[in-house]
Structure formats: C-alpha cells, structure tokens
C-alpha cells in the first residue's frame, strides 16, 4: 500500500494541469482554508519553526506565511515535482527554508528536530489506521513545548462509513466541482476510491489523545473538508 500511495502522489503532480484546475475552481475550499489556517498561526508565538508535511506546492502558503513571524519552515513531500514548485512559491520567505523528499512518517522517524507547528493538508487521509496513529505519535515527539499540531484534510461524517462517503463525495465531485471536464472528474474520482481513506472526527480525536494530545478542537468544515487543531 505504502509504494501505491508514493506512486500517485507522484502521479497526481505528473498530470499537474488537472490538480491545477481543481484548486483554481476553489472545489475543495482551498481558499477558505487556508485563510483559517492564517488565522490559527496568527495565535502562535513569534519565530515559530514550521514543518509542512506534504507540502504539494506550498502555493497557498504563499500568502500565509508572507505576513507571519515565521522563523523556518521545513517542507516534506513524495514528489520532486511538487518540491521545486514549492521552491518557487515560497523563495520570497526571509526565513531558513529547506526541502525533504520522503514519506511524512519515514522522515520523521529519521529525524529527531522539534518545531513549534507542524502541519499537514490533505495527507492524512491516504494512510492506514495504524499509519494514522503512528503519525500521531509521531508528530507529538516533534513538536516542541506549547506546540500544536495543524490539520486540514476530509472527515468523514460520524454516520458514515468509508463506502457511503465515496458514493456522496464522488456524486458531489461530479455534479458540482468547477472548471474541470467529465474525464479530469473522473480521474480525480478514481484516485479517491483507490487512495483515500479519511477518518470522523471523533476518530481522529481518539488517536491523538491515544498518543498525548489534547481532544483536536474543530476550526472550521466545509463539506467534509475541515480544519482542526491539536494542542499538547
């Protein structure tokens, strides 16, 4: 599952031009998100150190981080494509950046730095069970004091389990995602019922209390995209 999952996230900037399209259009409420997640790491402390955990092209980050008091920012992603657009995006930061290709649990288990905010966005969701709550344990050895774990991915609805959210996601995909044709809506679809496994909230509240955190607090949900925080 794990050399699946590295070989369409690499697929998925291969055909770059449809992803593209996908977060122009706003379909999966990148925009709302990320002005919350500006608002989350507006409350954090000055020259915090960041750890963006499957980091695509950073391009939202961009503007979030532009007009923060960040001190460094690490990013992590399975493609190099990705990787050298987020060095683009981002080369306007006056802060230490550096780049990790890798697996999100494999480079944490390799290394052994504490950030203040490590986050993540629409990453989780592609792991196991037992990869989740590894993440989880994880990302709590690499925080430091006061730090918080930032988490935008899809939750699923409590009463629903795995097969009734693809049918009702994959259903609204093709009935209302924008800017993108039938056949690129198809393929997005297939990547979600082969690759995406997205967890309720109280589920993803247990794991983390499992490995230390307090209960995630529920920021804010668009559909089922949501933005939760997880504090020590």
Known sequence: MHDQIQ?????????????????????????????????????????????????????????????????????????????ALAADNLQALACPVEWRCGDLLEVLAASTQR??????????????????????????????????LVLVDTVRAEQE????????????LRDCWQGV??????????????YDFPETLSALQAMAEQAGFRAGLPISRYRWHQLLRFEM
């Open 7 to 83: 070989t369409e996230a690499e697929n998925i900037f291969d055909t770059w031009e449809i992803y593209k399209k996908i977060v122009s259009a706003n379909n999966m409420f990148h925009r709302e998100l990320y002005a919350d997640v500006a608002a989350v790491l507006q409350t954090v402390k000055m020259n915090f150190s960041f750890l963006d955990l499957g980091c695509g092209d950073a391009a939202h980050f961009a503007t979030v981080l532009a007009g923060l008091p960040i001190g460094g920012y690490c990013g992590v992603d399975l493609s190099k494509t990705a990787l």
């Open 115 to 148: 950030y203040d905010v490590i986050f993540t966005g629409f990453a989780l969701h592609h792991l196991s069970v037992t990869q989740k709550e590894a993440f989880f344990q994880a990302a709590l050895a690499h925080l430091n004091a006061s730090g918080c």
């Open 161 to 172: 389990d795995r097969a009734a959210y693809l049918a009702a996601y994959c259903g609204w």
């Open 181 to 194: 044709c039938p056949q690129e809506k198809e393929v997005a679809c297939q990547h979600i019922m082969d």
